[in-house]
């Protein structure tokens, strides 16, 4: 047990050991707020003023449940490079999800924690490594994703048993971070090639995938990969395959405060979309590989304010209607190559709050929130208003469970914040 995690168990709060973490199961429902709140104070308490994330384990239940209900058909398969922290990870998988792995490491560690057999495993990466291709074919993982004649090459010399999934382009270039024409083939021209190519080589093409990328702006995109998506499955059944699997990717918003349309009519539009082009009279498998949708809201990310300096309006902006006035740099305790790395490579900018709320401290000001490095780049981000703040207090980021802890580095010697995973005795 860490020592301050005994403090806990006094307030409502069992301690639960679970492959060998600490979940702190209350009596009571709590949210991510409360509980960042009396942690804080307990750091305080002893002097401890190191980041820390709260983890809402009640929050994961509820994204699978609301899947479930929504999306019945489109079988989950969690894209691991969302978020690989070992507890959520493998509560998504005892809630009955695959997983989307894209290198040998991905896949040895869901194989190796015993997580899902292999057969749930979707090596989803286009690009394959030579050597884990024939690796993957050692440990009997066979489902793959293909776009080009190359990779055919590739994987007809180094993999015994495959059964290929053929990537189609369809992005949605206004997205929050589209993939441009990195990934998939041209569903029209190129497809029925390399339908045809695989044929040829004796590879099995057993269905169709495509990722649109992150964001959905409409579902206009998907409706139509769907559909070219139909028409592929007819020219690989006419060209000698066998197509019983359509996998439609991931990026589903990881909640409606971050999507631009809320998941209900994203769902109800592809699920119209699934019923014209693969009704279920078809017989087809339909699987998914979402990633922000389960975890982007279960984590919270508590920094510390480690300076703050008194500077004129006219530092934070451009051209200020008032220069003089009285304005903050903050510098906290993570940043942009920590837990706020999806600014620069997801496109998201998460907002910030004091985790307290002061009496008598209620006027605004302008600032700036610095990340600690060396880095002129390592800026979260610029308010408008907020409350003074002062050395040694909290800033509350939600969301920040999504392409975070994955793509952290320690660069300067700055540490990703520890994980207090939390939930109530009923979700339990
Ligand atoms: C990253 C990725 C996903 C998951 O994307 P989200 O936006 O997190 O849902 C799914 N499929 C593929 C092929 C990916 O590269």
Not at 51 to 77: G, Q, T
Not at 262 to 276: G, R, T, V, W, Y
Not at 356 to 362: L, N, R, Y
Request: contains cysteine; charged residues 25%; aromatic residues 12%.
């Amino acid at each position: 047990m860490h020592p301050n995690e005994a403090d806990f168990t006094q307030d409502g709060a069992e301690i639960v050991n679970f492959h060998g973490a600490h979940i702190m199961v209350y009596d009571y429902p709590a949210d991510s707020k409360y509980i960042a709140r009396k942690i804080a104070n307990f750091k305080e308490r002893m002097e401890d003023d190191a980041l820390f994330a709260v983890v809402n384990l009640k929050v994961l239940l509820d994204r699978m449940e609301e899947w479930k209900i929504n999306f019945s058909r489109a079988e989950p398969h969690y894209a691991f490079k969302c978020n690989n922290d070992p507890v959520i990870v493998r509560i998504l998988a005892n809630l009955g999800c695959g997983y989307d792995c894209a290198s040998k490491d991905e896949i040895d560690y869901v194989l190796d924690n015993k997580l899902v057999p292999s057969e749930k495993i979707i090596y989803a990466n286009t690009v394959k490594t030579q050597s884990f291709i024939k690796h993957a074919s050692k440990i009997g993982i066979n489902l793959m994703t293909f776009d080009n004649e190359e990779e055919l090459y590739k994987i007809k010399k180094l993999h015994s048993d495959p059964k290929l999934l053929l990537r189609i382009y369809a992005s949605d270039n206004y997205g929050q971070c589209s993939f441009g024409k990195k990934f998939g083939c041209d569903p029209d021209e190129e497809g029925p090639k390399l339908l045809q190519k695989a044929f040829e080589l004796g590879i099995p093409v057993v269905g169709i995938s495509f990722h649109i990328g992150i964001g959905f702006n409409d579902t206009q995109v998907i409706c139509k990969a769907i559909k070219d998506a139909r028409n592929l499955f007819e020219v690989g059944t006419k060209t000698g395959h066998k197509m019983t699997i359509f996998d439609i990717g991931g990026g589903f918003p990881g909640s409606d405060k971050m999507g631009k349309i809320p998941f209900k009519k994203i769902s109800f539009d592809i699920n119209q979309a699934l019923d014209e082009h693969f009704p279920e009279s078809m017989g087809v498998k339909i699987v998914s590989e979402p990633g922000r949708f389960f975890v982007a809201s279960v984590v919270s990310v508590i920094v510390n304010i480690i300076a703050a300096t008194k500077v004129k309006a006219s530092r934070i902006f451009e051209n200020p209607e008032n220069p003089d006035e009285e304005a903050y740099l903050y510098y906290v305790n993570d940043g942009n190559f920590g837990s706020f790395s999806g600014r620069l490579f997801d496109n998201y900018t998460p907002k910030g709050e004091p985790l307290f709320i002061e009496s008598g401290h209620e006027k605004e000001y302008p600032c700036i929130i610095y990340g600690p490095t060396c880095n002129g780049a390592d800026k979260i981000e610029v308010k408008e208003k907020m409350r003074k703040m002062e050395v040694g207090e909290w800033l509350f980021y939600d969301d920040m469970g999504a392409y975070t802890k994955t793509i952290s580095t320690n660069f300067n010697g700055f540490k990703q914040p520890k994980y207090f995973y939390f939930t109530d005795r009923e979700t339990w």
